[in-house]
């Protein structure tokens, strides 16, 4: 007896009395101690992958219908000998936009209770499939509630079952055919063959610019069952912004002008840009349009703003990046790094060459506007703490290490050490600080001390020579609008690129965040794979995976495809790589795809199940707990509450 005692301290006994209340008999423990066991020995989860979605919501909101292709795997799997390849579009399709193809299939077809039927058998059958790697009662928490009950009894119907049970479940799915409930429950059983797809998904940043989308992207993720993001430099913008840092506004602002999509900005969030427009109308009328007299006035006054920060923060030793008092009107020149460059403009009617970063008070008024429009954006909030509550500066997840950028290095390999607040910090405490800076941004009060600190850092994210987050000596925006000269717009990059491709130096980053074992892997996004000249995006010997792909379609001539997603399940990692998107009315009219083409790159010889992952890691400390609640049950210490 004396073998099996066990010696709990006062703390945890405190602990086991509050567990108690969850497991207040023997047998519920014993339930759930086999419960969580049994979970253990189940397949992993699949995870996707993917970065730098840049607002191109119609492809994403696609390819977060067809799970990536996974959804035409496993219709393939299930109907690929007894239906032809268009039957098998139809049912894709019906499976990414139900309520839509729903309507179509309604105008052409003459006998809806006999396609109800056909459908209703085909869609439980791929429910099976996609449920089959789950334990039931995890399936049941993601049925939709209205029909959880039925799903639950069909999904769970064996063929070889006795007549009685096959006519009760034949009269179900009549019931629901006569009743008018199909549509409804078709679309309840797409919903779910969807959610089972993909049980975890990882966004490696770059949510905002460029594309028309990012608030619908937002809503999008909002509502996914289980998703997190690793923030990119334009994600950090916009979470400076929202928090109040001027630079941080003129950025986006700028950035959405020279885009030329507005959309996010304005009807996404109620961004006005009416006094910007008359002030850039009135003074700069040496542009040829609105737009670009827009872009030229927003410009100035970012880079004013950058100023007066540089100024504020000598520690982001930045210098180098005022460039207003450098202009020689006389010349129509500018001197950067040693090197003299034409201007292609000298007409800047707002800058005093005494005082060049001094806005005027139209200038002021007009950033004030600004930031007042940003911080009373509901919407906008709304996202940002979404972006706050699941987000990161990194996350190691299932022994991977995900960030959007990179780690700052120096020209030998090693870790840079940045000045941050006058503390010099590198590698894993450079990101824990950034990340600890930027949540300060958003959520310390207005009169904190460090407050105005911490806005100017979330600008120095953005586009800082040691940033994590942008990786870049300089961010050329100036040089890119008023010189002509393209080998001034030259952005070199952190050494990190260099050294990210040999699989020693991602070894010694992953032990920098104690991940160390040999399916660990570093997965980025920000630069993008040039697949069209017949670049990888595997790396290091399978260390470094790199995933963005020219999601955004600015970039897909540069990649020549339209994004990857990585695919990581319990056999191992592949990579698909996509082609454009053609939009939802060609999905719906001709069951259009977006092709994707999947590259198997590892594969574990032993299936990866729940117990090898964080989230088994988890469960096994419950079992550990629980173990000592049941011996404390056993031994005395705690009294069960008898069952009548």
């Known amino acids: 007896m004396r073998s099996t005692e066990y010696h709990l301290s006062n703390h945890e006994l405190k602990y086991l009395k509050l567990l108690a209340e969850d497991y207040p008999t023997i047998q519920a423990v014993c339930t759930e101690i086999i419960n969580l066991q049994a979970i253990l020995n189940l397949p992993k989860g699949t995870e996707h992958f993917m970065s730098d979605l840049h607002g191109e919501y119609d492809a994403f909101y696609h390819i977060v219908n067809n799970c990536s292709g996974v959804i035409r795997e496993k219709v393939d799997l299930v109907f690929g000998i007894t239906l032809s390849q268009k039957e098998r579009s139809e049912i894709c399709t019906l499976i990414y936009y139900p309520e839509q193809k729903l309507r179509s299939i309604k105008q052409t077809e003459t006998n809806m209770d006999a396609w109800y039927q056909k459908t209703l058998h085909q869609l439980i059958g791929i429910c099976k499939v996609t449920a089959s790697k789950y334990t039931r009662s995890k399936v049941r928490k993601a049925l939709p509630p209205e029909f959880s009950y039925i799903i639950d009894e069909l999904l769970h119907a064996q063929p070889g079952e006795d007549s009685n049970q096959q006519v009760y479940h034949a009269k179900i799915i009549d019931t629901i055919i006569g009743i008018s409930n199909a549509d409804e429950f078709i679309t309840a059983l797409c919903s779910l063959i969807k959610r089972l797809a993909v049980d975890y998904l990882h966004i490696v940043g770059d949510i905002f610019d460029r594309g028309p989308g990012a608030e619908r992207i937002m809503d999008l993720l909002m509502r996914h069952h289980a998703v997190d993001v690793e923030w990119g430099n334009h994600d950090i913008l916009w979470m400076g912004a929202a928090s109040g840092s001027e630079a941080c506004a003129a950025s986006v602002v700028r950035n959405a002008v020279a885009s030329g999509h507005l959309t996010t900005l304005e009807s996404g969030y109620g961004i006005s840009l009416r006094e910007l427009a008359m002030f850039a109308k009135e003074v700069y009328?040496?542009?040829?349009?609105?737009?670009?007299?827009?872009?030229?006035?927003?410009?100035?006054?970012?880079?004013?703003?950058?100023?007066?920060?540089?100024?504020?923060?000598?520690?982001?030793?930045?210098?180098?990046?005022?460039?207003?008092?450098?202009?020689?009107?006389?010349?129509?020149?500018?001197?950067?790094?040693?090197?003299?460059?034409?201007?292609n403009t000298t007409f800047f009617p707002t800058i005093k060459p005494e005082n060049a970063y001094e806005l005027t008070p139209e200038e002021s008024k007009i950033i004030q506007g600004l930031i007042e429009d940003f911080k009373e954006s509901e919407r906008l909030h709304r996202h940002m703490r979404f972006l706050y509550a699941k987000g990161n500066m990194y996350k190691c997840f299932n022994q991977n290490l995900l960030f959007h950028g990179c780690i700052p290095m120096n020209d030998d390999g090693s870790l840079t050490s940045v000045n941050v607040g006058g503390k010099l910090v590198k590698g894993r405490a450079l990101m824990d600080l950034s990340e600890q800076i930027a949540r300060r941004a958003y959520f310390a009060p207005a009169n904190a001390a460090d407050k105005q600190f911490c806005l100017d850092y979330m600008w120095y994210l953005w586009s800082g020579k040691d940033s994590p987050l942008f990786g870049r000596e300089k961010m050329t925006t100036f040089e890119r609008i008023f010189i002509n000269e393209k080998s001034s717009?030259?952005?070199?990059?952190?050494?990190?690129?260099?050294?990210?491709?040999?699989?020693?130096?991602?070894?010694?980053?992953?032990?920098?965040?104690?991940?160390?074992?040999?399916?660990?892997?570093?997965?980025?996004?920000?630069?993008?794979?040039?697949?069209?000249?017949?670049?990888?995006?595997?790396?290091?010997?399978?260390?470094?995976?790199?995933?963005?792909?020219?999601?955004?379609?600015?970039?897909q001539p540069t990649t020549g495809i339209a994004g990857y997603t990585l695919i990581y399940n319990s056999h191992g990692m592949r990579i698909k790589s996509h082609q454009?998107?053609?939009?939802?009315?060609?999905?719906?009219?001709?069951?259009?795809?977006?092709?994707?083409?999947?590259?198997?790159?590892?594969?574990?010889?032993a299936r990866v199940m729940v117990m090898d992952t964080d989230n088994g890691n988890d469960i096994s400390n419950q079992i550990y707990d629980l173990t000592l609640l049941l011996n404390a049950y056993r031994q005395g210490l705690l009294a069960p509450k008898v069952t009548k």
């Open 285 to 343: 009328t040496d542009c040829e349009n609105l737009n670009t007299a827009i872009k030229k006035a927003i410009s100035i006054i970012l880079f004013k703003l950058e100023g007066q920060l540089i100024l504020r923060n000598p520690e982001f030793e930045m210098e180098d990046r005022m460039l207003l008092h450098r202009i020689n009107y006389e010349n129509s020149n500018i001197e950067i790094d040693g090197k003299t460059y034409e201007l």
């Open 489 to 555: 717009w030259k952005e070199k990059k952190n050494p990190y690129y260099q050294w990210c491709s040999q699989e020693e130096s991602c070894v010694m980053l992953l032990k920098e965040f104690g991940l160390n074992t040999p399916f660990s892997h570093i997965i980025n996004g920000h630069v993008p794979v040039r697949a069209i000249e017949g670049e990888s995006p595997i790396k290091a010997n399978g260390k470094l995976i790199v995933i963005d792909g020219g999601f955004c379609e600015a970039y």
């Open 580 to 605: 454009p998107f053609d939009g939802v009315e060609s999905a719906l009219s001709e069951n259009k795809d977006i092709q994707s083409r999947s590259d198997i790159f590892e594969t574990h010889f």
